[in-house]
């Protein structure tokens, strides 16, 4: 990069936001998967949203590419550069305040680099629930959550990132700041623009800060970890529980026999929550605010659960079942569920496929699909697992018993055509909660409707006329 924008750039932002040396930029060019690896002419690390405004503004002027970027955690390659070396990353690690917290509007507006699991704390200290959570909320930042539309394990009860915030702050392709800090649940103004930011990945512009809703904290919370012997079942368990909790139930995942021995496989220490084998489990939560007790000092809530596992266990759909007594046990319940990939991982070579559908469908996608991969390719191992209650499977495959991991990798495209067609096939999505980003761009341009993509490009062409927004991903 020539030395007279590189001085703009340092006196935007000052020494400490500006990086170029290889040693310092190595982790915010490669994805966390290691699948991606890219190079820039500089790492930007702004401090506030104005700096990140002059930084756009030069490279709009200079026709710079930018690759915005939160905590990194992305699993499609939507947050790197290519290897042309010709992008800065814009990295907005250190735009990390909570700007204001406003506990009876149930909002608090935020800073597009607060880690997820600081501002789910922060909303615990107001008394307050913010209920986006997932795997990688220890190090994923807000801003890159509404980038990417972010799902996680209580969207059934509480919806995807996009549903979860009100208003958002903005900086254009052109560097002008878009002030949509709108903290209303009614405002019938026109077009609604924010939607434009969310699962746009960065590629019409900047999420630098965003108003999030927040809900009253559950004064009871029930856990328990089912054994189902027929996945047919468990759509009507799903369904019946919404139905017998008053719709308590915030989390309801699906976990496969083939993943349980995976978990006792690869992470030691790890015990199965029930003594019965089954081909499938089930991880479900309740919550609610009532905090009233039986006669018998037991909560409302769990007194319900108890009276509803009776009855399935009489209908012959649940054949054995443990309740979390507290919150250390609640975590050992959890811990299956949030090691799943990790023990895959472990095990091997893996095709991943994060796909939705209607979730009356779900039973019979999995049903399908795996009878479609193992006609494809002998010894196969399909791994279905996830967040049954909103439809969305991560459909995954492990490499044959003995077959090399490169040979394994080879199938990836037949693998997925098949997947994939599936899911278009049953009205589904196939990419639920990841996004697009690199890897699924072909498939976008496969699957996707011709009107949407010109509607999609006309919409990129008009705010971002010089493709300097993300170039290369989603479109």
Not at 353 to 360: A, G, L, M, N
Not at 440 to 457: F, I, R
Request: aromatic letters at 6%; charged letters at 25%; a negative charge.
């Amino acid at each position: 990069m020539d030395k007279a924008i590189l001085d703009q750039f340092h006196n935007a932002l000052g020494d400490r936001g500006v990086l170029t040396e290889p040693g310092d930029m190595a982790p915010f060019v490669e994805d966390h998967r290691e699948m991606y690896e890219g190079s820039a002419a500089a790492v930007l690390r702004p401090a506030n949203t104005e700096e990140v405004s002059a930084a756009v503004t030069i490279c709009a002027k200079h026709k710079i590419p930018i690759v915005p970027q939160g905590g990194n955690t992305g699993l499609v390659g939507g947050s790197v550069p290519d290897q042309s070396g010709d992008a800065v990353v814009l990295s907005l690690g250190r735009m990390n305040t909570i700007r204001k917290m406003d506990p009876l509007n149930n909002t608090m507006t935020v800073e597009a680099g607060c880690v997820l699991a600081d501002l789910q704390s922060a909303a615990a200290d107001a008394d307050r629930l913010f209920p986006l959570s997932l795997g990688a909320e220890g190090s994923c930042m807000i801003g890159g959550n509404l980038s990417t539309n972010a799902g996680g394990v209580q969207v059934l009860k509480y919806g995807n990132a996009r549903e979860l915030a009100l208003g958002l702050e903005v900086v254009l392709p052109d560097g002008r700041i878009w002030h949509g800090l709108n903290a209303l649940r009614k405002d019938n103004t026109g077009y609604d623009i924010k939607q434009w930011f969310f699962g746009a990945e960065g590629t019409l512009g900047i999420i630098t800060a965003a108003v999030v809703k927040l809900f009253p904290r559950p004064r009871q919370q029930e856990t328990a970890f089912l054994a189902v012997p027929k996945l047919d079942d468990v759509l009507t368990i799903l369904s019946d529980a919404r139905a017998a909790s008053g719709d308590c139930v915030t989390a309801f995942e699906l976990i496969p026999r083939v993943g349980v021995d995976l978990v006792i496989k690869h992470f030691e220490g790890s015990r199965v929550p029930v003594e019965t084998v089954s081909p499938w489990y089930v991880l479900m939560q309740w919550s609610a605010g009532d905090s009233d007790t039986t006669e018998d000092g037991e909560t409302g809530l769990r007194h319900g659960l108890e009276n509803f596992l009776e009855s399935r266990f009489d209908a012959g759909s649940v054949t054995d079942a443990a309740l979390a007594s507290s919150e250390a046990q609640t975590k050992d319940l959890w811990h299956f569920r949030e090691v799943l990939p990790e023990s895959q991982t472990r095990e091997g070579g893996s095709i991943k496929h994060d796909v939705s559908v209607p979730v009356s469908q779900v039973a019979t996608f999995i049903h399908e699909g795996t009878r479609r991969l193992e006609e494809k390719l002998d010894g196969i191992r399909v791994f279905p697992f996830g967040h049954v209650g909103d439809g969305n499977i991560h459909f995954n495959v492990s490499q044959p018993l003995g077959m090399d991991k490169t040979e394994f990798y080879k199938h990836w495209d037949k693998m997925n055509r098949v997947v994939h067609d599936l899911v278009m096939e049953m009205g589904g999505s196939f990419s639920a909660e990841h996004g697009i980003g690199r890897l699924k761009k072909d498939e976008l341009a496969h699957y996707a409707d011709p009107l949407k993509l010109e509607l999609m490009q006309r919409l990129k062409n008009t705010l971002d006329p010089d493709g300097i927004m993300n170039p290369g991903k989603v479109l």
